[in-house]
C-alpha cells in the first residue's frame, strides 16, 4: 500500500496505478458523502465509473503526468456526478412518460434502451441551453411546429425564435464529434 | 490549412458550422427548392470541413428522426433540477450505473459472450441480466414460469416483478429467485450462488435440505454440489465489480487474484510458488491484463515475465 509517488516528470507509466491504489477509498468516501441519501453501492458503482474514465483517458499517445491526484479525480468525478444525475432524471421522465401511454403502445424493450440512448446523447448535446431555447428546439425538432407558431405558441417574436433555434442547432453541432 | 484538407482532429470553425445550422433551419420549416438543393450541394463541396460540418448535421437529423416525437418531447421537456433529480432514483430498477454500455440484445432468446466479452440485456419481462466473460445463458419464458438456464460462465440476475416465478438452472441445480438481484457462476463442480438483494431459494439436484435451510438471503453466498450444500459465506457487493469492467481485491491470495484475471484473456497466468500466501489488494481493470499486471508489479514489486502467452509472476 505503500507506493511511491512518481516524480513530476516521470515518464513511467506508474502514476495511474499509483493514483487507484492511493486514493480509492477517499473517493469512495467522497461519493458516499454526496450520495449519502442514494447508498453507498450507488458511490461504489461510481467510483469505478471514474477510474474507468481516467484509464481510457489516459490511453491515448500524449500522457501527462498527474501532478495533483485529488484535484484531478475530483474534477472527473464531478463531470460523472453530474452527468449521472441528469441521467437518472432522464430514465425518470421517460418512465413517466410511458405510464401515459397504453401498454399495447410501449415500444419493446430492445427498442427503448436505443431509444433512452439517443434521448440521452441529445439531452447531453442541449444540456448548456436555457430553458426557452430548449423549448423553441424540441418544438421545431420533435413537434414539428413552424417558426411562426413556435413565436406564437411562447409569446416571443419570430427573429428570437430563429435565434434560439439556430443557437440549440449550433450548440449540438459544435459539441457532436466526428464519426 | 486552406486547401481544404485540413487534418480530421482539428475543430470546426463556428461560422462553418453556424452555416450547417442555417441550412438545417431552412430545411426544418419545409423541403428544399431546387435552386436552394443545388445550392447545399456547392455548398458542401465547396470545403472539406463543410462536408465535416454537414455530416455531423446528418446524424443530428437522423437522431432527431429516430425518437418517438411524443414521449421523446416529454422526457427531454422535463423539469430539470435537483428535486427533480431526487424523486427520480425511487422509480428506477437498478439500470443506471451500466449506462456506459451498450445495450445489446441477443438474437432470439440465447445469450452468449466469448472470452474478454461481456452483455447486457433486458429481458421480455424486464428482467435484466448480465453476462460475464465467456458466459452462455438461454432464456425459456413461457405462460408459467420464467426459466434462465446458464450453461457456463456467469450471470448476473436483477429481477422485474411478474407473476410467474423466475428460475435458473445450473449443472448443479435449481434456483428459485424470491424478488432479487443475484448472482450465479459454474465452476468446474459446483454452483456458486450470491445473493445482493431478496433472497434466493437453493434445490441441489440430488441432495436433502431441510425446508428453511436452502434460502440464501441478501448478503449471502454459498457453493453448492449436486450433491451438497456448502456454508454460507458473506456477500460482497464489490464481487460484481466485473460489470464495471473492474476486479477488486480485498486481501485476495495472488494465487486466485491470477486465477479470476485469466477468465478474461487467453493468457496462462502462473505464480512462482515462492510468493507463498501473499494477498493482494486494489482495484485493477479486467479487459487491460498488461496495465493490471503493471499495477500489481509495481504495488507489491513483483518481477512479471512474459513468454508467448505464458506470463510467470514472481519476486
Redesign the interface.
Known amino acids: 500500500m505503500n507506493a511511491p509517488f512518481s516524480p513530476p516528470n516521470s515518464t513511467e507509466p506508474c502514476s495511474v496505478e499509483t493514483l487507484y491504489i492511493e486514493n480509492h477509498a477517499w473517493l469512495r468516501n467522497w461519493l458516499a458523502y454526496r450520495l449519502r441519501s442514494w447508498g453507498r453501492g450507488v458511490a461504489d458503482d461510481l467510483a469505478h465509473d471514474i477510474f474507468l474514465r481516467v484509464l481510457t483517458s489516459r490511453e491515448g499517445a500524449r500522457v501527462e503526468p498527474i501532478r495533483q491526484p485529488r484535484a484531478y479525480l475530483t474534477r472527473i468525478a464531478n463531470c460523472v456526478l453530474v452527468s449521472w444525475r441528469r441521467r437518472q432524471s432522464l430514465e425518470r421522465a421517460w418512465l413517466e412518460a410511458l405510464q401515459l401511454l397504453p401498454e399495447p403502445e410501449h415500444p419493446s424493450p430492445e427498442l427503448q434502451s436505443v431509444i433512452l440512448e439517443t434521448l440521452h446523447e441529445i439531452d447531453t448535446l442541449l444540456d448548456t441551453l436555457r430553458p426557452r431555447v430548449r423549448q423553441a428546439f424540441l418544438m421545431a425538432t420533435l413537434d414539428g411546429m413552424k417558426q411562426k407558431d413556435i413565436a406564437v405558441a411562447l409569446n416571443i417574436a419570430l427573429p428570437t425564435v430563429k435565434k434560439y433555434i439556430h443557437e440549440a442547432y449550433l450548440a449540438c453541432l459544435t459539441q457532436m464529434p466526428d464519426e | 490549412m486552406n486547401n481544404g484538407t485540413a487534418p480530421?482532429d482539428d475543430a470546426?470553425p463556428?461560422q462553418v458550422?453556424?452555416q450547417?445550422?442555417?441550412w438545417?433551419?431552412l430545411m426544418?420549416?419545409g423541403p428544399l427548392l431546387p435552386a436552394q438543393q443545388r445550392e447545399l450541394e456547392r455548398w458542401r463541396r465547396a470545403r472539406a470541413e463543410h462536408e465535416?460540418?454537414w455530416?455531423?448535421?446528418q446524424?443530428?437529423l437522423t437522431?432527431?428522426s429516430?425518437?418517438?416525437?411524443?414521449?421523446?418531447?416529454?422526457?427531454?421537456?422535463?423539469p430539470?433540477g435537483r428535486r427533480?433529480?431526487?424523486?427520480?432514483?425511487l422509480?428506477?430498477i437498478g439500470?443506471?450505473?451500466l449506462?456506459?454500455w451498450?445495450?445489446r440484445?441477443g438474437v432470439g432468446n440465447d445469450y452468449q459472450t466469448s472470452v474478454a466479452e461481456r452483455q447486457h440485456a433486458?429481458?421480455?419481462d424486464?428482467t435484466q441480466i448480465t453476462l460475464n466473460s465467456d458466459s452462455a445463458v438461454d432464456v425459456l419464458f413461457n405462460s408459467a414460469q420464467r426459466l434462465l438456464h446458464l450453461r457456463r460462465g456467469e450471470v448476473y440476475i436483477a429481477t422485474a416483478a411478474d407473476p410467474r416465478p423466475l428460475m435458473a438452472r445450473t449443472q448443479q441445480g435449481q434456483l428459485l429467485a424470491l424478488g432479487t438481484r443475484f448472482s450465479v457462476r459454474q465452476l468446474a463442480d459446483e454452483t456458486l450462488l450470491a445473493v445482493y438483494e431478496g433472497a434466493v431459494q437453493v434445490r441441489p439436484e440430488h441432495a436433502r435440505v431441510a425446508p428453511g435451510e436452502n434460502i440464501i438471503r441478501a448478503g449471502q453466498q454459498v457453493r453448492f454440489s449436486r450433491e451438497h450444500m456448502g456454508l454460507i459465506e458473506e456477500a460482497r457487493?464489490?464481487t460484481l465489480?466485473w460489470r464495471?469492467?473492474?476486479l477488486v481485491a480485498d486481501d485476495m491470495p495472488v494465487r486466485l487474484w491470477a486465477h479470476e484475471l485469466m477468465r478474461y484473456t487467453d493468457q496462462q497466468l502462473e505464480c512462482d510458488p515462492a510468493l507463498g500466501e501473499l494477498r493482494v489488494?486494489?482495484?485493477f481493470?479486467i479487459d487491460?491484463l498488461p496495465?493490471a499486471l503493471?499495477?500489481l508489479a509495481?504495488?507489491y514489486t513483483l518481477q512479471v515475465r512474459h513468454t508467448g502467452r505464458h506470463v510467470f509472476i514472481s519476486r
Open positions: 480530421l470546426i463556428q458550422l453556424a450547417a445550422a442555417s438545417l433551419m426544418q420549416e465535416r460540418a455530416q455531423r448535421a446524424r443530428l437522431r432527431l429516430s425518437l418517438p416525437p411524443t414521449l421523446a418531447k416529454q422526457t427531454l421537456d422535463r430539470t427533480a433529480v431526487l424523486r427520480g432514483l422509480l428506477l439500470a443506471a450505473p449506462s456506459w451498450a445495450w440484445s433486458r429481458l421480455a424486464g457487493e464489490s465489480a464495471n469492467g473492474l489488494s486494489g482495484t481493470p487491460d496495465l503493471a499495477m509495481q504495488t
